[in-house]
């Protein structure tokens, strides 16, 4: 497959999935960007669909999966923001110094990258809404495993960035 594959066959049906997108989202920005990451997953994954199945079916689906994974990324942002930071806590109010956000992010992001590979996958994969039996599937991995590394990743994190603690 290949470019004609994608005009021809896929962006022929671009109102359609946008509609799809949107009762999905109930936003018309969120709508279109469900749309766009979709139309990149066909692309990156074109060479997958099998030529005598249904396409539209099967666009369908990568939405669905992508729509499903943010809720679950974002259903574990705000419980993992819930249980760090308590509602009093200012770095929570709208008029913020987002220079705060900045360092906090910086040093995430480092702690991230000290944490050896074989806990920083699992549980990056888990952050952004994989089941445990994904993980394990994709890894290669028995579940339990994939359970004690995001575990010990966890533990890690917490012990590198205690000074953000707020009780």
Same mark, same amino acid.
């Given at each position: 497959?290949?470019?004609?594959?994608?005009?021809?066959?896929?962006?022929?049906?671009?109102?359609?999935?946008?509609?799809?997108?949107?009762?999905?989202?109930?936003? #018309?920005?969120?709508?279109?960007?469900?749309? =766009?990451?979709?139309?990149?997953?066909?692309?990156?994954?074109?060479?997958?669909?099998?030529?005598?199945?249904?396409?539209?079916?099967?666009?369908?689906?990568?939405?669905?999966?992508?729509?499903?994974?943010?809720?679950?990324?974002? &259903?574990?942002? &705000?419980?993992?923001?819930?249980? /760090?930071?308590?509602?009093?806590?200012?770095?929570?109010?709208?008029? =913020?110094?987002?220079?705060?956000?900045?360092?906090?992010? #910086?040093?995430?992001?480092?702690?991230?990258?000290?944490?050896?590979?074989?806990?920083?996958?699992?549980?990056?994969?888990?952050?952004?809404?994989?089941?445990?039996?994904?993980?394990?599937?994709?890894?290669?991995?028995?579940?339990?495993? /994939?359970?004690?590394?995001?575990?010990?990743?966890?533990?890690?994190? #917490?012990?590198?960035?205690?000074?953000?603690?707020?009780?």
């Amino acid at each position: 497959m290949n470019n004609d594959f994608i005009k021809n066959e896929v962006l022929v049906h671009s109102d359609t999935l946008l509609h799809y997108a949107n009762k999905f989202t109930k936003d #018309q920005n969120e709508a279109e960007d469900l749309l =766009q990451d979709t139309l990149m997953k066909v692309i990156r994954y074109q060479e997958k669909f099998e030529e005598s199945t249904n396409l539209l079916g099967w666009i369908y689906t990568i939405m669905k999966n992508i729509f499903i994974n943010r809720c679950r990324k974002n &259903r574990v942002e &705000r419980n993992y923001a819930s249980t /760090v930071l308590p509602a009093s806590d200012p770095s929570k109010q709208q008029s =913020q110094n987002k220079s705060i956000d900045n360092f906090l992010g #910086q040093d995430i992001d480092s702690v991230l990258i000290s944490i050896h590979e074989k806990y920083y996958l699992p549980f990056i994969m888990f952050f952004e809404g994989y089941k445990y039996y994904e993980i394990a599937e994709h890894l290669g991995i028995p579940e339990g495993t /994939v359970k004690t590394r995001i575990h010990t990743a966890r533990k890690l994190l #917490q012990e590198k960035l205690k000074s953000y603690r707020f009780s």
